[in-house]
């Protein structure tokens, strides 16, 4: 009904950039909160940033001053620019969002995830 589709991963050198993308399609009224997670190999996943339907944010303190969330609510989509990689930031990148359906339900949605690898 609802899909999270990210993209805008890849490879980069330490001290890099990359933004990543989340788009979110199907029967959606309105979407609450959005936020980027992410999952190393061995690790569980965590919370890297959020932000409100109005644009309130929140960060992990490992990507504060680094990273930046943000979003367009009429194109339904997240963003999330990465600056000054470091090899630790290296995971598997998951976009999440609490959507309303048109039958005014809510429910929580992940993406697939988009891999993100810095090198050294």
């Known amino acids: 009904q609802v899909q999270l589709v990210e993209s805008g991963g890849g490879l980069v050198q330490a001290g890099g950039s990359l933004r990543l993308s989340c788009a979110a399609s199907?029967?959606?009224?309105?979407?609450?909160?959005m936020g980027w997670y992410r999952q190393a190999p061995g690790k569980q996943r965590d919370l890297v940033a959020t932000?409100?339907?109005?644009?309130?944010?929140n960060y992990a303190d490992s990507v504060k001053g680094r990273f930046t969330i943000s979003r367009d609510n009429a194109k339904n989509t997240v963003y999330l620019q990465t600056n000054s990689l470091k090899p630790e930031d290296t995971a598997v990148y998951y976009c999440?969002?609490?959507?309303?359906?048109?039958?005014?339900?809510?429910?929580?949605?992940w993406g697939k995830g988009t891999l993100v690898t810095v090198s050294s």
């Open positions: 999440n969002a609490y959507v309303i359906t048109p039958d005014y339900s809510g429910m929580n949605y």
């Open positions: 932000i409100t339907r109005r644009g309130t944010t």
């Open positions: 199907g029967r959606i009224f309105s979407i609450n909160a």
